[in-house]
């Protein structure tokens, strides 16, 4: 079964430091891989989404994640926080031919002032 | 344009009874899932239509649970004698059709909370 470790419930970064979300994935063949945002009170929203083509894939906000099969990892950064980047991150995966996504656990990221 | 939205917002009930969640997708999609998230864990996938089927119901926790989506559009989860251990949001989320990889677009959630 797919499987996805979000190392990290919570992360804190200053304002205009490097954001580093961390997501290790589980899968015996190359997955489809999904980074969510959700802020408070509102539905998941896709920051980006790796499906097999380039491995660095380029999502909103200025947020990206590079997808690297000999770590099994899926790692989502952005260079420089802002404040409005406070939110929980989701990290998600489906297997080709699966519909359902599997979720981790989620990391809630605070932006200090 | 309408995003997916999900009725009601928030849904208190006493243990044992019946409730219904109704989540209506975006116009057009032909995909609709269902997801649990209980406090302090990620969603967790229950159910999957394609159209008027279910494709995929193998996230539904027992029989106590069941959903419909008769015309293809809306959806309604459906709860029977409900314990306290099923407090959670409950989110839907539609895509514009099946496919691994699509993107699926979450509507705000449903609060259940059985006293």
């Known amino acids: 079964a797919q499987s996805v470790t979000q190392l990290g419930s919570h992360v804190s970064v200053s304002e205009g430091a490097l954001v580093l979300l961390r997501c290790n994935y589980s899968?015996?063949?190359?997955?489809?891989l999904f980074w969510y945002v959700q802020y408070p009170n509102q539905g998941l929203q896709l920051l980006l989404k790796?499906?097999?083509?380039?491995?660095l894939v380029k999502g909103i906000n200025g947020f990206e994640a590079e997808f690297k099969k000999s770590e099994t990892s899926f790692h989502l950064t952005k260079p420089s926080a802002h404040m409005s980047d406070a939110a929980e991150y989701f990290c998600?995966?489906?297997?080709?031919?699966?519909?359902?996504?599997?979720f981790g656990t989620g990391t809630r990221l605070t932006i200090i002032p | 344009g309408a995003g997916v939205s999900q009725t009601p917002s928030n849904k208190v009930t006493e243990k044992g009874k019946y409730v219904e969640l109704r989540c209506d997708p975006i116009?057009?999609?032909?995909?609709l899932y269902w997801y649990r998230q209980s406090l302090g864990q990620g969603p967790e996938f229950l159910i999957y239509?394609?159209?008027?089927?279910?494709?995929?119901d193998s996230g539904l926790p027992n029989d106590r649970f069941f959903a419909v989506r008769p015309e293809g559009s809306v959806s309604t989860l459906k709860i029977q004698r409900t314990e306290r251990g099923d407090s959670a949001v409950y989110l839907c989320?539609?895509?514009?059709?099946?496919?691994?990889?699509?993107?699926?677009?979450f509507g705000p959630g449903t609060r259940l909370t059985v006293l």
């Open positions: 989320a539609s895509s514009l059709n099946r496919g691994t990889g699509n993107e699926q677009f």
């Open positions: 899968s015996s063949v190359p997955p489809y």
């Open positions: 790796y499906t097999s083509a380039a491995t």
């Open positions: 998600a995966v489906s297997d080709f031919g699966n519909e359902k996504l599997t």
């Open positions: 116009s057009g999609h032909t995909a």
């Open positions: 239509f394609q159209g008027t089927g279910a494709a995929d």
